[in-house]
């Protein structure tokens, strides 16, 4: 936008006769010099002309605006913005109707990046042209968009945009000041014209993602991006948040693949945790556990183990699960749910004994006091009726076996 901008000056830098209108005509005398000035410019003799055009403006009575125009363009090719700013002000003020001044103090506005005077000058140059060019409409919009001045920019573009042959750029800036001012729903239709005709442009994409996002719209958010990313090839981060999106959405295997992807050898222990709660969600237990084996052998970690426990216990692999609980247990499993679950896996293998150890061991855990004290109840109960049940079976066959008379 900024590049878009800075052209005017290019086009204007060193406008002859012909090419504008004045209210006066130019005497031969100030002819010659203007002419002189061109021609040391074209020679290579730049500081002779920049000499030449000062002298003329400044110890002029009534210099013609075209050497102003010229003196400040010249001033403006050396960066002299201050001074520039000034001849063509002065101009300005003798010569109102002139574009080509109107125009150019605008550009020195801009790159002193006073952009709401910038603004209002390019706006105002329209209607001095002979023919209306809409390129000055868009620059000023961009002016106002620098300055912040996000209301100023849609209203501005709009009657532009209401053409069916609205440039690009229009519609990105519109995009952007809409996004500006989180008008979600009036961008999204904005950036929707856009791709239909740039569908290459992968930053766009990622924007319309973005403002989906900000819509609650997160299956038309992921589908912004899985077109963006067939265009170009994502990093890591992006692949990552494309498996976040999916999993919000409750797509796991679609979150799972995002994430698979972005590795082509074994995903760091944080990826192996991400990736299994994918496979999980899908369930897709076995892979899940696989996931969390790789997590643990590079980052054993008491959360890590007790994650690979319950996948375990899951699948009735009770005898890894035991083994994954005490290491969570060594390493310092501060909730009480290790005890817990080791007390439910020796439940499963019938060795009371031991399940009651580690459920009183639970039991003592404030998150999992009540479901221990449960279990244990449950235990107690069991026993009891193994108990009375061993009872009966002990007296009838005393009953059996004792001898008639």
């Known amino acids: 936008m900024h590049r878009f901008v800075c052209a005017v000056v290019l086009v204007l830098m060193w406008a002859t006769v012909a090419e504008a209108q004045w209210s006066r005509a130019l005497s031969p005398g100030?002819?010659?010099?203007?002419?002189?000035?061109?021609?040391?410019m074209k020679s290579g003799k730049d500081q002779k002309a920049g000499a030449l055009l000062r002298k003329y403006v400044e110890e002029s009575s009534s210099p013609h605006p075209l050497g102003s125009l010229m003196y400040g363009n010249w001033l403006m090719s050396h960066d002299r913005l201050k001074k520039a700013a000034k001849v063509y002000?002065?101009?300005l003020e003798k010569e109102p109707k002139s574009p080509e001044l109107c125009m150019n103090l605008g550009v020195v506005r801009f790159r002193q990046e006073r952009f709401a005077e910038a603004g209002e000058l390019f706006l105002r140059s329209g209607p001095l042209m002979k023919?209306?060019?809409?390129?000055l409409v868009y620059q000023a919009a961009v002016c106002f968009f620098y300055d912040k001045q996000y209301h100023r920019v849609e209203h501005i573009l709009h009657p532009l945009l209401a053409d069916r042959s609205a440039k690009p750029e229009w519609v990105q800036l519109m995009a952007h000041s809409l996004v500006s001012q989180k008008k979600w729903g009036k961008a999204e239709g904005v950036l929707i014209r856009f791709l239909r005709?740039?569908?290459d442009e992968v930053p766009y994409w990622k924007l319309l993602a973005q403002v989906r996002i900000a819509?609650?719209?997160?299956?038309?958010?992921?589908?912004?991006?899985?077109?963006?990313?067939?265009?170009?090839?994502p990093s890591r981060q992006e692949r990552e948040t494309l498996s976040q999106i999916y999993s919000y959405i409750g797509a796991h295997l679609l979150a799972m693949r995002s994430l698979?992807?972005?590795?082509?050898?074994i995903p760091p222990a944080k990826v192996c945790d991400k990736m299994?709660?994918?496979?999980?969600?899908?369930g897709r237990d076995k892979k899940a556990l696989a996931m969390m084996q790789q997590a643990v052998q590079q980052k054993p970690t008491a959360k890590r183990w007790m994650t690979k426990a319950q996948f375990e216990y899951k699948t009735r692999r009770y005898a890894a699960a035991e083994n994954s609980l005490k290491q969570a247990v060594r390493l310092k499993e501060k909730t009480g749910l290790a005890q817990y679950m080791l007390g439910l896996v020796y439940w499963q293998r019938n060795d009371w004994s031991s399940a009651r150890e580690y459920l009183l061991l639970a039991e003592k855990s404030r998150r999992y006091k009540r479901m221990a004290g449960q279990a244990l109840g449950a235990l107690e109960s069991l026993g009891q009726a193994k108990r009375d049940a061993q009872q009966g079976l002990e007296a009838a066959t005393a009953r059996k076996n004792k001898p008639h008379v």
């Open 276 to 282: 299994a709660r994918a496979y999980a969600f899908a």
């Open 30 to 40: 100030s002819g010659r010099i203007l002419q002189q000035a061109q021609q040391y």
């Open 215 to 233: 819509e609650k719209k997160y299956r038309g958010a992921a589908a912004a991006l899985e077109i963006a990313y067939r265009i170009h090839a």
């Open 89 to 91: 002000a002065a101009a």
């Open 131 to 135: 023919k209306p060019d809409q390129s």
């Open 197 to 199: 005709v740039r569908p």
């Open 260 to 265: 698979e992807q972005s590795y082509t050898k």
